[in-house]
């Protein structure tokens, strides 16, 4: 993809960590409007080994210091992404995320669609997180050094 959203509205984010706002979840939830009501859906698996999943982690990550809590984008609130995997954070896939070894990204299949969610288009037409946006790009998770990537569609 070669589109490249206005720096006005990435709000000092990178287009990377902004693009994550706002997309569908996978094997997640949030019940509540705050950031950490994460939770499992039930029987959810890890999004990269298929294994038990036993957290769900942001995309991108909240942090300590808590910089990717929302992101505002054409008046609409937008959390981070929930993927769960298998791991604490410091262990299984979890820990591969946390540590720099795995990479979870959002990649649209055009750059027209990119464009259309950077517009608002998009996300007025579906809302934030709505799984129809996987009718216009998907999930790569990649295990940096060993090459494996998955891909994610629904």
């Known amino acids: 993809m070669s589109y490249v959203p206005p720096a ?10 902004a693009q994550k706002f706002g997309m569908p979840s996978i094997g997640a939830h949030y019940e509540g409007r705050g950031v950490r009501t994460n939770r499992l859906d039930e029987g959810a698996r890890c999004a990269f080994c298929r294994r038990p999943a036993t957290n769900a982690h942001h995309v991108p990550n ?7 809590k929302g992101f505002a984008l054409h008046g609409y609130e937008l959390r981070p992404a929930l993927i769960a995997l298998c791991g604490s954070g410091t262990t299984g896939c979890h820990g ?3 540590s720099g070894l795995m990479r979870i990204e959002w990649v649209w299949d055009s750059d027209e669609y990119a464009e259309a969610w950077w517009s608002g288009e998009l996300l007025r037409e579906y809302g934030a997180a709505s799984p129809m946006l996987y009718e216009f790009g998907g999930w790569e998770i990649a295990r940096l050094g060993i090459g494996t990537v998955r891909r994610i569609r629904a």
């Open 62 to 68: 909240v942090g300590m210091g808590g910089r990717n």
């Open 8 to 17: 006005s509205l990435l709000r000092g984010l990178s287009v990377d960590a």
């Open 96 to 98: 591969e995320c946390h």
